[in-house]
Each structure stands twice: as structure tokens, then as C-alpha cells.
């Protein structure tokens, strides 16, 4: 789903990314996968940072760090 997200992000179809990269969130979540909700979570970052929402990217920034490295 990241992948999917990926390429609707470089299509500027923003809406879009953000749904699959919001359902990549939640199944690693659901199964834990803590370099999958960061790697989730980064990419709305991206999204938010290329939409010129800096506070939300620096939310999704800062709800990733934990996840990094564990």
C-alpha cells in the first residue's frame, strides 16, 4: 500500500497517498510492524511538508522517531 501511496503522492493526487498511506498505518498497527508504521508515518510527513502543513508533518515526524530503531 506504501507503494501505491508513492506513486499517487508523485501524481500529485495527494487525497489519494494519504488514504493508502493512512491504511499502511493502521495493518502495521494491527501487526505491529514498528519500521512499517514509521516508514507510514514518514510518508505523510512527506505529504504534508510538500502541502506546506509543516506543524502536521512535524507531527508525523515526531510520532515516527519512537518507532525507529526498536
Do not use: F, W
Not at 30 to 40: F, M
Not at 44 to 59: I, T
Request: proline fraction near 1%; aromatic fraction near 8%.
Amino acid at each position: 500500500m506504501r507503494n501505491i501511496g508513492n506513486v499517487h503522492n508523485l501524481l500529485a493526487n495527494y487525497e489519494q497517498a494519504i488514504s493508502y498511506y493512512q491504511q499502511s498505518l493502521d495493518l502495521a498497527r494491527t501487526i505491529h510492524d514498528r519500521e512499517g508504521e514509521a516508514a507510514a508515518l514518514g510518508n505523510l510527513g512527506v505529504v504534508a511538508a510538500g502541502r506546506g502543513d509543516y506543524r502536521k508533518a512535524d507531527e508525523y515526524y515526531q510520532q515516527a522517531l519512537p518507532c525507529i530503531g526498536k
